[in-house]
């Protein structure tokens, strides 16, 4: 056991520092309206790109820069305590990227990872639907085989990013069998393909985050199949783990950002010698801290020779509801101001966080995962 | 950054637990928590045999490996609630010698108990319960070229098996200034100890009357009046060590609990398809995990002397008083009437989860020491 960080990280650690205090931009999560609020974080992961910290343990060969899961952790350690925004990105650098690493060929993962890291291309999951979600195998979107291409008819729901995305991470039925985990594809679809509708659900913080995607007659070369046709469960699978696994850690620095953010919250407030205060904050640092240490050693096993296990689903399952917490706690001690304006900055964070127990995975989704795949108990379904 | 224990540690580990299966089996801790004393020495000398009274003692005083390899030993002995002076010896007597003890001190009675041959434990509280500085109220005042102490010492674990005793008292001020320790010897003439009756049958916790006790000048450690620092440090190792022994229980319950949902049938059905039962678990689980992670890298911070040893291992106490409370109340809801039982174990890590959380401060003592770390 050892935290110690090597003169060579030392040093990458003084530079990340030196860079992101010239570099990171201070404006406030859910700032202004949402088209600049996404150019903004555009052209932050570009430059983010440009300086070599984003997608940095890639391959190189791809635009990565090949380098250790420490230097990643350091990284996500700087841009916590520099206050900095993520980059826009989130699902193509969480789930994407990992997904084409792992079971895209050669001409793919050089066609798609670099203008993924840069930011060009934007990239959004098509995976539920209306009548799919937590139970995501009863999906019903089609694709079709047409010898060099498939045509995908149906529907997505709740896709983030799918109005500015190039780029959508599709699950869909070639045929049916006995096992709905069978008979799945899994598709990189063109956004910009003739007969996709893009509408946009308006969702609780009154903004239009996330959308539904129509697909009709949509023509999707066969170049553009991930892992094998027919075989789309396993190629979702690794989407899945890498969802919770990786970005779990990205994840448990976002709850790091959220912890010392309530924690001015409340010094602003003059609310610092409130002891039920103190007590509530210290105690969401804590399990903020806990989140982030779980995530190390799920870095480790993963670094002795695993792969992310079903443990990363402890990491999503406990973020999601601290940071319910956290902004019910942010709003709580802002009293009245909670209910007018922006909240004291923090309306949209409190109104974001009710769907983090539901994306990605639902918390009782999660609590099945753990109960039978880590503690093997019976399964319920 | 590794953070793991090494193959030697998971070998350790293997063979701790091996050893508690056999020597401290339930049937065991039974009769030892049923017993005048609370502990067998017999067993004792087989731990020293063992080596576990060296982990983590500097060489020089005949010790062996690192804190890190105690940490391992003792969320075995939490594992199998092992009754008697281990925890009180190896996590809090041994901090507060090697952090303050003179160097004729530490020869002495830390080479003891590397060898198996002493057993000590540390005297803090008093009425208050309290774990600060302004909490020490017992008096040490210079007399006849020695000192006088006079006030009384509560919740003092294991004070009867304990051939020393490191005593907090104040010799001046307030605070954390004027904290002085002594190293008291065998039972000199104006101690009185009272066993109190206590909800963890597996622990022994004392009260200790000090009425004019004639301490020599050799009894204080290290300097006078400036204790408070070294013994800070002390009760950082102290706290780091007690998660350790919680987070070996708080696995144990989550075990037997996952353990007899899998084979307890109701409605024709294992419990554990219920997703009542199954998510009451996974809690259980994420509870455990969190609690560990939090408990290994304070430990770790003790080991490294890091600068954040002092918020990790508050962190660690907040986080494991809560979880292993939660964690065992849950278990015995998970077992139903059986786990309610005097016959069934899961009381016995329901009454240590309660005795653990109170010591060295709990969950709210912690948090508001993080709250003075957060600048709040």
């Known amino acids: ?381 | 950054m590794d953070f793991a224990f090494s193959q030697e540690q998971e070998m350790l580990r293997r063979s701790a637990r091996e050893f508690l299966a056999k020597e401290c089996s339930p049937k065991v801790v039974r009769r030892l928590m049923e017993s005048a004393d609370g502990y067998d020495q017999a067993l004792w000398k087989k731990i020293a045999d063992l080596g576990w009274t060296a982990l983590g003692i500097p060489e020089e005083y005949g010790g062996v490996g690192t804190f890190l390899d105690l940490v391992v030993v003792l969320e075995e002995a939490g594992r199998a609630l092992l009754p008697g002076p281990f925890f009180s010896t190896m996590g809090l007597a041994v901090p507060a010698l090697v952090e303050a003890g003179t160097e004729a001190q530490k020869k002495e009675v830390l080479s003891a108990i590397a060898a198996g041959s002493a057993r000590a434990t540390l005297a803090f509280t008093e009425p208050s319960g309290r774990w600060d500085a302004g909490s020490i109220g017992l008096t040490a005042k210079q007399s006849g070229g020695g000192w006088r102490l006079d006030g009384v010492k509560v919740f003092v674990p294991d004070v009867e098996a304990a051939d020393y005793i490191v005593v907090v008292a104040r010799t001046r001020g307030e605070g954390e200034e004027g904290v002085t320790l002594f190293l008291v010897q065998d039972k000199p003439e104006g101690m009185a100890v009272r066993p109190l009756e206590t909800l963890d049958m597996t622990r022994r916790w004392s009260e200790i009357r000090f009425d004019g006790v004639q301490l020599g000048a050799d009894a204080v450690m290290g300097a006078p009046d400036k204790a408070w620092p070294r013994l800070k440090r002390a009760l950082e190792w102290a706290t780091s060590a007690l998660c350790a022994e919680m987070v070996g229980g708080v696995q144990k319950v989550l075990e037997t609990s996952t353990e007899y949902a899998k084979t307890r049938h109701q409605f024709g059905k294992p419990i554990g398809i219920y997703q009542a039962v199954s998510h009451k678990l996974a809690d259980m689980l994420v509870l455990s995990e969190s609690g560990r992670s939090a408990t290994y890298y304070a430990a770790w911070t003790v080991d490294a002397d890091a600068p954040d040893r002092s918020l990790a291992s508050s962190m660690a106490k907040a986080y494991v008083s809560d979880a292993y409370r939660k964690v065992a109340g849950d278990g015995i809801q998970v077992h139903g009437g059986i786990g309610f039982t005097w016959e069934h174990d899961m009381h016995l890590y329901f009454k240590r989860a309660k005795s653990s959380e109170v010591t060295l401060g709990d969950a709210t003592f912690h948090r508001e020491l993080v709250a003075q770390a957060l600048d709040l």
């Open chain 1, 1 to 381: 056991m050892d935290f110690e960080l090597s003169d060579a990280e030392k040093e990458f650690r003084d530079e990340v520092r030196a860079w992101l205090k010239a570099n990171a931009p201070h404006d406030a999560e859910g700032g202004g309206d949402l088209k600049s609020f996404i150019e903004r974080r555009r052209a932050w992961q570009k430059k983010l790109f440009d300086a070599g910290y984003v997608g940095m343990t890639w391959p190189e060969e791809y635009g990565g820069r090949g380098r250790s899961f420490m230097d990643q952790l350091i990284f996500n350690d700087e841009m916590i305590l520099a206050h900095a925004p993520e980059p826009i990105n989130v699902i193509g650098l969480g789930m994407g990227g990992p997904v084409v690493i792992a079971h895209g060929n050669d001409a793919q993962k050089k066609r798609y990872l670099e203008p993924l890291l840069s930011a060009e291309e934007i990239w959004c999951q098509g995976f539920s639907e209306p009548n799919a979600g937590s139970d995501l195998s009863g999906l019903q979107t089609r694709a079709e085989d047409q010898g060099d291409h498939y045509v995908v008819n149906g529907q997505k729901v709740w896709t983030t990013l799918a109005h500015v995305a190039k780029w959508c991470m599709l699950l869909a039925r070639e045929r049916k069998e006995a096992n709905p985990r069978d008979g799945l594809t899994y598709l990189l679809v063109d956004m910009k393909s003739p007969g996709i509708e893009v509408r946009p659900l308006v969702q609780i913080t009154g903004d239009a985050e996330f959308n539904e995607i129509f697909f009709k007659d949509v023509k999707v070369p066969k170049s553009q199949i991930l892992g094998e046709a027919g075989q789309g469960w396993v190629v979702a699978m690794t989407t899945l783990l890498h969802e919770r696994g990786t970005l779990g850690l990205a994840l448990a620095t976002r709850a790091q950002i959220t912890a010392s953010e309530l924690a001015e919250h409340s010094r602003k407030l003059g609310l610092g010698a409130d002891p039920l205060v103190r007590q509530k904050i210290a105690q969401h640092t804590i399990e903020a801290r806990a989140l982030q240490l779980n995530g190390y050693r799920a870095v480790t096993s993963v670094k002795r020779g695993g792969i992310p296990g079903p443990e990363g689903s402890i990491l999503k399952l406990m973020w999601s509801e601290l940071n319910q917490r956290m902004t019910e706690t942010a709003m709580d001690i802002a009293g009245p101001a909670a209910q007018v304006g922006d909240g004291d900055g923090w309306k949209y964070q409190f109104l974001r966080s009710r769907a983090n127990t539901i994306e990605a995975g639902t918390s009782e989704v999660l609590r099945n995962i753990l109960a039978e795949r880590v503690l093997g108990l019976p399964r319920s379904r």
